[in-house]
Nanobody, 121 residues
Framework: QLVESGGGLVQAGGSLRLSCAAS????????MGWFRQAPGKEREFVAA????????YYADSVKDRFTISRDSAKNTVYLQMNSLKPEDTAVYYC????????????????WGQGTQVTVSS
């Protein structure tokens, strides 16, 4: 089970931190990723953490602005979003993949319900 939180309304240039609470032991079994879906657009990859925790990968559109991290003791994955832009407005989803690391939507097995992020200009 994946439960996201932390979304909201923020002005352009601001920051938000999203959280994704996972079941105990999830990080040993799954790579964790963040995806987003804007109105009228397809869901797209944002960032991912490998199952080992040693590797991260980011979409070019968020590189150097977003940071994915995790707290194994809390079974929680975070997405720190800085320098937010109006084009970052979307529903953000946390997901888990049984692969070592993936950026592909169809390779993720479990999804959270999503949390809305709205960036005003």
């Amino acid at each position: 089970q994946l439960v996201e939180s932390g979304g909201g309304l923020v002005q352009a240039g601001g920051s938000l931190r999203l959280s994704c609470a996972a079941s105990e032991g999830s990080f040993r079994r799954y790579a964790m990723g963040w995806f987003r879906q804007a109105p009228g657009k397809e869901r797209e990859f944002v960032a991912a953490f490998s199952r080992s925790g040693g590797n991260t990968y980011y979409a070019d559109s968020v590189k150097d602005r977003f940071t994915i991290s995790r707290d194994s003791a809390k079974n929680t994955v975070y997405l720190q979003m800085n320098s937010l832009k109006p084009e970052d407005t979307a529903v953000y989803y946390c997901a888990a993949s049984s692969l070592t690391l993936s950026t592909r939507i169809n390779e993720y097995d479990y999804w959270g319900q999503g949390t809305q992020v709205t960036v005003s200009s």
